[in-house]
């Protein structure tokens, strides 16, 4: 390879569009002075308060999970990174366009008279293999 190839390649690298950006959020412990695990924000089995660091288009803040369980923050983290992706976003939208009733009717449980119907064809249907042959 020749030294002429990398300024090239820095170039390009340089030159990628402004929505190619690191996102990222992580979380950690923000630990009481009395913690013995004080000094280790990436310790997950202490009851101190757990916080998330953003980090969004060169841009950082630190925010606090509101919850003392390391998993519950893991999820908050995971919500926060669904919101920054576009197919998430997408999926949210044509949910919310779903009618509500359309989501209660696939849940409803069937009218009583067509309940019935389906239990008698069923129960004759278990006894149609046991008949014997005449």
Not at 32 to 37: F, I
Not at 62 to 75: G, I, L, P, Y
Request: glycine share 4%; with cysteine; charged share 25%.
């Amino acid at each position: 390879m020749s030294s002429a190839a990398l300024p090239a390649e820095e170039l390009q690298l340089q030159s990628l569009p402004a929505s190619i950006s690191t996102r990222n959020v992580t979380v950690y412990t923000r630990h009481k002075p009395s913690c013995p695990k004080n000094g280790e924000p990436y310790w997950k089995r202490c009851h101190c308060m757990k916080y998330l660091y953003l980090y969004k288009d060169g841009e950082s803040r630190q925010v606090s999970a509101k919850t003392r369980s390391w998993e519950k923050a893991e999820e908050r983290a995971q919500e926060i990174r669904d919101s920054w992706n576009p197919l998430r976003q997408l999926e949210r939208a044509l949910q919310a366009k779903v009618p509500p009733l359309l989501q209660r009717a696939s849940h409803a449980p069937l009218p009583r008279v067509a309940s019935g119907l389906l239990t008698r064809r069923l129960y004759g249907l278990r006894f149609l293999g046991t008949r014997s042959p005449e």
